[in-house]
């Protein structure tokens, strides 16, 4: 099995080359993570690209949907913005409407969100005797999507055993692929 | 269990694995045939360099896992602005200092005094392409002179029909083009 052609290159390889190897798959992983990171600086979100992940939203958004968001603290927030939020002590973000908004003179500010295509206002999402949110459980806002493309990644999380498939190969395709 | 004598075997149809096998192939015989030492000093520029870019991004990561953002904002600025410069020294390390060197061999002095003389191999294949070129240049150690021959082959006149390397004619052909060059060092 070992006298496969394709794998007459990497046995030729000596230690520096393998090690180089190595460093290219890392240099693949580290370019997709600074870019990741430097998106969370630029946009001030915690979470910049996020998947629409419900039907609450439509017509306007659809499961699937991929969201851009940016976080500007400085920016207030208005009736009619279209907020992405986590509820505290729980992981999933929440793609929602303001609706209301209480502001005081401090600058501190509490607001009520609810779904385009729900009957009735988010208080039921919300955490037991929550009943406004904050400025800090807000991700950040959307300015902008893109349509379908996020369906890869709800199918890829419904079987992750396809997701580590997928990312297994693409590793090892990266690894044993010996560069001229 | 293959030994390091048995014939190179590779799919003569992928560019990748032709490119690598001659390379291959050239670089045991000048270490076997002429006796130079190989150094490493471009190669471990390269590593030093990729290893230095993947620290600063895994240093970032844990930096942010430890302290989340916002804390981490400056020294994520940082790292990924580090990051993105080693990126760009990498490209220009590999575009120019190698450029297609896949071997430095040493020939040390026999007396032990003057510094070594430095043979390097350059190749190039182009994509989907059979013309193999082979660059030898000699870098005097004493006059620091440069001298080089270059050469372009088909892989065709090396691999045959089931993709072995005919070593023993390429061994001709890379000695002949070394040879070449020694002949003009003691003309000159």
Redesign the interface.
């Known amino acids: 099995l070992?006298?496969i052609?394709?794998l007459?290159?990497l046995?030729?390889m000596n230690k520096?080359q393998v090690?180089?190897q190595f460093?290219?798959f890392?240099?693949i992983?580290?370019?997709a993570?600074?870019i990741w990171?430097?998106l969370?600086?630029a946009t001030?979100s915690?979470s910049p690209v996020v998947v629409v992940l419900s039907g609450s939203m439509e017509p306007g958004f659809y499961r699937g949907d991929l969201l851009f968001l940016t976080n500007d603290l400085e920016d207030p927030i208005r009736a009619g913005d279209i907020a992405v939020f986590r509820i505290k002590g729980r992981d999933i973000p929440i793609v929602h409407r303001v609706l209301q908004v209480h502001e005081r003179d401090d600058g501190y500010v509490k607001f009520l969100t609810k779904g385009d295509n729900n009957a009735i206002d988010d208080r039921g999402l919300y955490a037991p005797g929550q009943l406004w949110l904050e400025k800090g459980d807000v991700i950040g806002r959307a300015k902008g999507f893109v349509p379908y493309i996020g369906m890869v990644t709800i199918v890829m999380n419904d079987y992750p055993k396809f997701k580590y498939a997928v990312l297994g190969l693409l590793g090892i395709f990266v690894l044993l692929?010996?560069?001229? | 269990m293959?030994q390091e004598n048995a014939p190179?075997?590779?799919?003569k149809w992928?560019?990748?694995?032709l490119?690598?096998?001659l390379?291959?192939a050239a670089k045991k015989i000048m270490n076997e045939s002429y006796g130079l030492v190989e150094s490493?000093k471009l190669?471990?520029g390269?590593?030093a360099l990729?290893?230095m870019?993947?620290s600063?991004?895994?240093f970032?990561?844990l930096w942010?896992f430890l302290y989340?953002?916002?804390a981490s904002?400056t020294v994520?600025?940082i790292?990924?602005a580090c990051?993105?410069i080693l990126?760009g020294v990498i490209s220009v390390y590999l575009l120019y200092f190698e450029g297609g060197v896949f071997y430095v061999g040493l020939e040390k002095d026999k007396a032990g005094i003057d510094p070594d003389d430095k043979w390097t191999l350059q190749s190039s294949?182009k994509k989907y392409d059979d013309q193999y070129c082979l660059k030898i240049t000699y870098t005097g150690g004493v006059s620091k002179q440069t001298r080089s021959v270059e050469r372009v082959c088909s892989v065709t006149e090396f691999f045959d029909e089931e993709?072995t390397l005919c070593y023993d004619l390429y061994e001709a052909t890379v000695k002949g083009l070394k040879d070449s060059l020694s002949a003009d060092k003691k003309a000159k």
């Open positions: 070992l006298d052609s394709f007459s290159d046995k030729r520096r090690f180089y460093l290219s890392g240099m992983v580290s370019s993570l600074m990171k430097g969370i600086v001030g915690e692929n010996r560069e001229a | 293959s190179i075997k590779i799919d992928d560019g990748n694995a490119k690598n096998a390379d291959d490493f190669i471990d390269r590593l990729c290893s870019a993947v600063c991004s895994l970032a990561l942010d989340p953002f916002p904002k994520l600025i790292c990924v990051y993105f990126t294949l993709g």
